[in-house]
């Protein structure tokens, strides 16, 4: 039985396409790459724990108690067909999932204040939507910015502060700096 979540994704999905990190959908509460090193660490919990249960299971052993599942886990096995009562599939996500650690793209991101969770996902969210599915934000504070952010990823950087923009009009505001002073 299939664990599938409202993601768009086919159950005519090929073995290969299932276990593929790069098919991987990532939740928007995955923001950073730490949350998807907590996701590894989960999922190989929840492994742990199944495969224990299995064992006890044959063993006629006390029930084993199943470890509590963090919302981005949830998301995740929401968001991507997950086949939990295989161990093969299991381990098989694990690996992948291990991949997708190390090789996750990432977009540095800085703030002239401190972002809150809930907008750092809906940025991931519009950020996954129309650049790729599987960049986590890295969210640093620079106070000199004053407002505005200032983005950058392996190959692009944009200057999105007050800072930049008013430099980049310095010559039509002392035009009209002047024009003021007559």
Known sequence: RKQTGNCGRHETMSKYDEHDYTAFKLPASVISRVDVSRLVREFEALDNALTSKGVREKAN????????????????????????????DREDYIKQLRLLKKNVHVMNMTFAVVADAESLQQLSAWIRDAIHPQIVLEAHLQPALVAGAYIRSQNHVFDFSVRNALKAKRGELKKELEALRG
């Not at 995740?76 to 067909?81: H, I, M, S, T």
């Open 61 to 88: 052993a006390s029930e084993l108690e199943m470890p509590a599942q963090t919302p981005q886990l949830t998301a995740f096995l929401d968001a991507n067909p997950v086949v939990l009562e295989n161990a093969k």
